[in-house]
């Protein structure tokens, strides 16, 4: 079955040909990044714009780096939701259009899920598995015992990892997204010079909490009494992203521990971080757990991670009516070939 997907809950606009839902054979993604970044972060009808005028063109060249044509497409998926609700209607709206225009099925799918299950394009990782959903949005700890079966464990009760990451960025003076270049400076500086807390980690259960960390940042910074900058800001980054990760990867490998599974997928854009594979790579080597992590270009937004749970509900005869709508809030747990049968407006 070969299904196009698309992407639009964010700042990405992508298009993605998928094989038998684990082949990708094209993933286009088209950046808006440097639109935002004089913004400080993403302004959401300048967003929906850039969707708009994004979104035929990553479709064409999806199709054509995959050497196929909208008639042997069998099924479309799309991001419904959560997300920014005018750039998931720009996605969602061009997927009912095509879908309705050549007669083939649609299917909506959960951004989270999407990245939960990205790491399946690449290896075999059997079910069920403990996933960790880093990214601008979301952490969350999820068990997933299948496509479309999935238990929230922990979340986040106020800031996201990536939301840290970035508000952190941009305190330092960094440019919008900054989680990418706050990895860099810590790559080359020493995280014992600032020791930042870490919040929620003795605590039962497996929420998180990042807003103290990044005020503590914030202290920190107004404290010094030399430039933010060299030496100084590379430290500064390692200590931050190292209490970052310190929670993270001990919450995540408890939770693995407490449920039994065996197996431990972390997604979404913050998995992108040196330092977070690396400390998750050390552990599961010293222990009985195996580590999966998509490749750095799924991790990161875009349409082939939806190709995953998009194959499966085609398969199981999903498709959604054209009443079928985009949501900015949506549980995972909610996600699911049932979501397919949700129509009107929810948002
Ligand atoms: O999954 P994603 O691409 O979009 C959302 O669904 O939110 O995640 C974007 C987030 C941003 O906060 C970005 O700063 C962060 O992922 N990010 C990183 C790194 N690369 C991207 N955070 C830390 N280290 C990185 N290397
Ligand atoms: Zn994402």
Redesign the pocket.
Known sequence: MLVLAIES??D?TSAAVVRDGRHVLSNVIASQVDIHACYGGVVPELAARKHLEACPVVIDQALNEAQVTLADIDGIAVTSGPGLIGALLVGLSTAKAIAFALDIPLVGVH?IEG?ILAPLLEQDVEFPYLALAV????THLYRVDGIGQYELLGRTLDDAA??A??KVAKMSGLTY????L??KLAQQGDSSVFDFPRPMLHRPGFDFSFSGIKTSVLTRIKQLDVPLEGEVLQNLAAGFQEAVVDVLSRKTFKAAKEYNLQRIVVA???A???GLRQRFKKMADSSDIDIYFPSLVL???NAAMLGVAGDFYLQQGGNADLSLNARSNWPLEQAGLNAQQVCGTVW
Do not use: M
């Not at 997204?177 to 990418?180: L, N, Q, R, V, Y």
């Open positions: 809950s964010c990405e951004h990245h990214s601008g949005g979301h990536g939301e990451f970035d997204p900054g989680g990418a706050i990895d979404g854009g913050v992108c971080n040196s991790c990161a937004d």
